[in-house]
């Protein structure tokens, strides 16, 4: 293959054939990048976790995040497959994760295994209320495909909110 031939590739379009509109490409296209994003940095993070839990509830907790992690690295491959389904570009690397992740890494050397689930818990419920939001931005472009697979991860990440908020609980507290 020539030089001229391999610049000629790289400036080829990678547009989808769909029948939303631009402005819907764009938008939709968009968000789930940075939903994308965040579920790469909350797996990150719940593997970190993972990795690192000690104490008497070990086993219990380090089965928790390795179950929590798959789940959501299996919804990256969903996103993004979404976002070219639709004519749309996604991530390329690791450091545009970095630039549109909203939720927060935590590198610090020891968290108590009750700071991690509290601080996944509320990670996943920000997630939700993120996805909600992109869901609503869907439904304005009638976008039904989007809107259901939304409702499936948001159904997810709710689910593991509760399993983190219940694992923490102390026995007798409410709240």
């Known amino acids: 293959m020539t030089t001229e031939a391999v610049k000629t590739r790289r400036k080829a379009s990678l547009a989808t054939p769909t029948n939303l509109g631009a402005d819907a490409v764009r938008d939709i296209s ?32 380090h089965l928790l995040l390795d179950e929590q992690a798959a789940q959501i690295f299996a919804t990256t491959d969903d996103i993004a497959e979404r976002v070219r389904k639709i004519g749309g ?9 970095g630039r549109l992740q909203r939720v927060l890494d935590n590198d610090a050397d020891y968290v108590t295994p009750l700071d991690m689930l509290a601080e996944l818990k509320d990670d996943n419920l920000q997630l939700v209320t993120h996805m909600r939001e992109t869901h609503d931005l869907c439904d304005e472009h009638r976008d039904v495909a989007s809107t259901s697979l939304l409702e499936t991860w948001i159904d997810e990440a709710e689910r ?16």
């Open 30 to 61: 968009g968000a789930l990048t940075i939903l994308l994003a965040d579920m790469f940095a909350l797996y990150v993070k719940t593997k970190n976790f993972h990795w690192h839990v000690s104490g008497p509830h070990f086993r219990d907790y």
């Open 89 to 97: 570009t996604t991530l390329r690397s690791i450091g545009q994760i």
């Open 160 to 175: 593991r909110t509760w399993f983190l908020y219940e694992a923490s609980r102390r026995g007798g507290t409410v709240g």
